[in-house]
């Protein structure tokens, strides 16, 4: 069974930090791009932030400086670790995979709430 499934959300203040977990099953992360979307309550979803198979990594202006993706192809994980989180990251947080050639693999989502 393919799975991707986010875990780390939570409740946290203004200016506190979290560490998002994606952890594939029944598929792995090599040779895809990995990334972290948002949804905001009554909005689309939206990229956060992704890394190549290569380690390269691009973020949405809005989270620049505060957040950081990383994998471990090793563990078939993806993390993001969010730094001075603001009420404006509150959402749920959705883990994707994409491969070309192949469909892409969505989580159930994890929420986030940051509270000012």
């Known amino acids: 069974q393919v799975q991707l499934v986010e875990s780390g959300g939570g409740l946290v203040q203004s200016g506190g930090s979290l560490t998002l977990s994606c952890a594939a099953s029944?598929?792995?992360?090599?040779?895809?791009?990995m990334g972290w979307y948002r949804q905001a309550p009554g909005k689309q979803r939206d990229p956060v932030a992704s890394?190549?198979?290569?380690?390269?990594?691009n973020y949405a202006d809005s989270v620049k400086g505060r957040f950081t993706i990383s994998r471990d192809n090793a563990k078939n994980m993806v993390y993001l670790r969010m730094d001075s989180l603001k009420p404006e990251d509150t959402g749920v947080y959705y883990c994707?995979?994409?491969?070309?050639?192949?469909?892409?693999?969505w989580g159930q989502g994890t929420q986030v709430t940051v509270s000012s």
């Open positions: 994707k995979r994409q491969r070309i050639g192949e469909s892409d693999y």
């Open positions: 029944g598929i792995t992360i090599t040779r895809s791009v």
């Open positions: 890394i190549t198979s290569g380690g390269n990594t």
